[in-house]
């Protein structure tokens, strides 16, 4: 198993790496392809890129962010103190220059707040601040590749940009440092190829300024090329003593070979430098160390051309100097596929499927014509909350309020009864032990009985100081309240019976419910107040009746009897009012917080439904980019321009897709996992609160992704004959729209020959020059290879496609035929 470690240098080396593991990933799901063994090394002044939570890493909900042993973070550090003690660093000054220049800029501080900017000398200075560091984990990558494949062998391919600072001032010592701590040897062979952007001639964005961009680029390249051929010796910039040797020097095999890429190919076709080119590059990677697995084409193709194998491949130099000046060693590329693009299609239709999904959350709004609606279902909410069933079961009716009933319960509560119940039930107990006693006022023993209940001996306390103590715990029994309406809410939503936007339309409701019944208080406590009142008259009629009576005669026992009778009614009476009375106080209260905490809990349905939304917006942009093709735009000349020139049906696509959309079972299905993946990361007392702690945008977007992909892989599986999507194969594809029309397949390989290239534009007077120190009469070495997968079914095709290619090509062309990729046709340019 060939190891392979891919080390990025600068921004430029750090999106090639990107676009690579996304490519990797989206091919094989997984960052580990068989076959290959892969490592990475990302070096940079920036550490942008370098942030796990970085979402430019994330491919269908999963990051491929690099892991810790894989970046190195170069800083600055104390740039001014090394300069003031130069001599204490033997790997600096014998290359810094002239320190009193540095320590000028250094004061400035402009050189440390772009890092590496386009100072190439900086970008050095700061890779030997943290040579260690590099070293070592370098060091760990090559140790991990060759222990996991058992092979000694590594290959080193460095990326990275030479208009900067921290690539093209980094790149020498780099290289340098691979070759003194792993030589070739018959034992190993260590090789080193390069991939170098080099700066555009006309930059956008004010990437040339401040003005050492095209500089940095010519500069990074004499020097390499003087490197290449052994002229230039770099200092060691690992030494840590002064009577070492500070330059390393007999390096064997420096380079391998080095290839060169712009913005602009030589067909004259042109690409954005952050993305598209980044892109090109890592497809060449991707192309070259894990598609094409075909062995005979990598040792007699690829490694000789990158090898000069058939070519003189000494330095020209002039025959007055024994000077080597010119390097060959310096390549160009070009990679041109037709392909069916499954991963634009699969992604298609994952992200038709996280629309539904975030649509069904948020909405839950249903339609055999369009599946879940980007609009909300017209619902009554008013009858449900005015349910007295409904508030029974939320603890939110009067009763609860005012804590006749309990809302929490626990051992204590549990022996609560209603205040209503607790006066009925006490005051005949009082009225048999007021009889009891001789000699006496009844009225005044059940008064003072009733009292001492009141005062001190409801619920333990009295019955003032039991609410007092309640408002205490206010805020507690309106967060049960609330509690209990949220978890059976989020139940329903978790369940898909409700969405984002019905929850927040039954809270509105309830809110309003609420507000409307503490406003009606103040009015409850006036009637409690004169029923109160009416009580009270009613037991000072009694008493005076008592009083008229007579305590002592015998004769009276029955009028006394009655009067007890008729005081122990109005009692009940009494105090059910006065500790109704205290009751309702406390209601206004309970009902205040419950209806605050109620306003809380909207919040949060609020912002659930922000990063809902948010996250549908992505969705539905990613669907307008993909799979938008029509069949005109496939014909363009701009077609057959792009890097991948897509051969498709997109309309039979987005059909399909349309068909899965307004699948109901099978949304209701896919849909159902989705929450339930969600609500997974909620742990065990999930509720809406917990999903805006651990559920942001990103998190949000990355699981839908990450779910639908499965989900649409499943529904993929079922699509049969006609219908199938993918495992078609290019070449089918190809043979069913121009079998028997050669004429039109050439004129498609023409245009597809037309518009590929190399990735570089060369100097043609410089390539016709000849005379002294140079091949006379030089024309660059060209390889070109195409790639075709593998078909028995349809050998006369493939054979009438060679031919195709061999008549618009023109010269020699190396055919191959892959096993492994039958989606797509790839053709190589090699110079």
């Not at 290449?228 to 840590?240: E, H, K, L, Q």
């Not at 002039?318 to 069916?340: Q, T």
Request: contains cysteine; aromatic residues 10%.
């Amino acid at each position: 198993m060939d190891n392979h470690l891919i080390i990025g240098l600068g921004g430029t080396g750090g999106k090639i790496i990107r676009s690579l593991r996304k490519t990797i990933y989206q091919e094989y799901r997984n960052n580990k392809p068989e076959g290959v063994n892969i490592g990475y090394l990302y070096m940079d002044t920036s550490d942008e890129m370098m942030d796990p939570s970085d979402n430019t890493w994330r491919v269908l909900g999963t990051s491929v962010q690099l892991e810790e042993n894989s970046k190195v973070f170069i800083q600055p550090g104390d740039l001014g103190n090394i300069l003031e003690n130069i001599n204490n660093y033997p790997n600096i000054k014998d290359w810094i220059g002239a320190t009193e220049n540095w320590k000028s800029y250094l004061k400035s501080l402009s050189g440390l707040k772009i890092a590496g900017g386009q100072r190439r000398r900086l970008g050095r200075f700061i890779l030997t601040s943290n040579i260690v560091e590099f070293t070592k984990k370098l060091i760990l990558q090559v140790n991990a590749l060759t222990d996991s494949s058992g092979q000694a062998d590594v290959h080193f391919h460095v990326c990275c940009g030479l208009g900067g600072g921290t690539g093209a001032g980094t790149l020498i010592d780099v290289l340098a440092q691979i070759r003194r701590l792993f030589n070739t040897s018959v034992v190993s062979k260590f090789k080193i190829t390069l991939y170098l952007f080099v700066p555009e001639e006309n930059p956008k964005d004010d990437r040339a300024k401040p003005g050492f961009y095209h500089s940095n680029g010519y500069a990074a390249l004499s020097e390499l090329n003087a490197y290449i051929n052994s002229v230039y010796m770099p200092i060691d910039i690992s030494i840590t003593s002064a009577t070492s040797e500070p330059r390393l020097k007999n390096i064997k095999d420096p380079v391998y070979g080095a290839y060169l890429f712009s913005t602009i190919n030589s067909n004259g076709n042109t690409v954005d430098i952050d993305q598209e080119l980044p892109q090109i590059a890592a497809d060449f990677l991707f192309q070259k160390l894990i598609s094409i697995r075909d062995i005979e084409w990598k040792n007699n193709v690829l490694s000789k051309a990158e090898d000069n194998e058939n070519f003189d491949a000494k330095p020209e130099k002039s025959a007055l100097s024994p000077i080597e000046e010119r390097s060959v060693r310096f390549l160009a590329f070009g990679v041109k596929r037709i392909a069916i693009p499954e991963e634009e299609i699969r992604e298609f239709i994952t992200y038709n499927y996280a629309s539904q999904a975030a649509l069904q959350l948020r909405f839950n709004n249903w339609s055999d014509e369009t599946g879940f609606r980007n609009e909300s279902v017209n619902q009554n909410f008013g009858e449900l909350v005015a349910d007295k069933r409904t508030h029974e079961r939320w603890r939110m009716t009067d009763e609860h309020f005012q804590l006749s009933l309990p809302i929490i319960d626990d051992t204590v509560t549990k022996r609560w009864k209603k205040i209503g119940d607790t006066w009925r039930f006490i005051i005949p107990e009082y009225k048999t032990i007021s009889k009891e006693k001789k000699d006496t006022n009844w009225l005044d023993e059940l008064k003072k009985l009733c009292d001492k209940q009141f005062v001190e001996q409801y619920r333990n306390m009295g019955v003032q100081k039991f609410y007092e103590a309640k408002i205490k715990d206010r805020k507690d029994l309106a967060r049960e309240i609330v509690n209990k309406i949220e978890k059976e809410i989020f139940e329903e939503w978790k369940n898909g019976q409700k969405s984002l936007f019905d929850i927040r339309r039954l809270l509105e409701v309830l809110i309003e419910n609420l507000e409307k019944r503490l406003s009606e208080r103040d009015d409850k406590l006036v009637s409690n107040q004169q029923n109160e009142e009416r009580s009270l008259a009613t037991i000072v009629e009694n008493e005076k009746t008592w009083s008229s009576v007579g305590d002592w005669a015998e004769i009276f026992f029955k009028t006394k009897t009655q009067l007890l009778d008729a005081q122990s009614v109005a009692f009940e009476e009494l105090y059910i009012y006065k500790t109704q009375y205290e009751g309702l106080k406390f209601a206004k209260t309970s009902m205040s917080e419950t209806i605050e905490q109620l306003y809380g809990f909207k919040a949060q349905i609020n912002t659930s439904n922000q990063t809902i939304d948010s996250a549908l917006k992505v969705f539905e942009k990613n669907i307008a980019e993909r799979c938008n093709d029509d069949e005109a735009k496939m014909k363009s000349e701009e077609s057959y321009k792009q890097q991948v020139v897509r051969f498709y049906d997109p309309a039979k696509v987005r059909a399909i897709t349309k068909r899965f959309v307004r699948d109901r079972k099978e949304q209701a299905s896919q849909t159902s996992n989705v929450r339930n993946a969600l609500v997974s990361r909620l742990g065990d007392q999930p509720n809406f609160t917990v999903f805006n702690e651990r559920i942001s945008t990103s998190m949000l977007i990355s699981e839908l992704e990450k779910t639908c992909d499965q989900n649409a892989k499943n529904a993929e599986a079922s699509l049969e004959g006609k219908d199938k999507l993918f495992n078609i194969g290019i070449v089918s594809k190809l043979k069913e729209r121009y079998d028997g029309n050669f004429e039109e397949l050439g004129k498609y390989v023409r245009n597809m020959i037309n518009y590929s290239g190399y990735w570089l534009t060369l100097d043609k007077n410089e390539i016709n020059k000849s005379g002294d120190g140079t091949h006379n009469a030089f024309d660059p070495k060209r390889t070109f290879s195409v790639i075709i997968p593998k078909s028995d079914d349809n050998r006369e095709f493939v054979e009438e496609l060679k031919n195709a290619f061999r008549a618009n090509y023109g010269q020699g062309i190396t055919f191959v035929e892959s096993a492994d990729k039958k989606n797509e046709i790839g053709d190589y340019l090699l110079a």
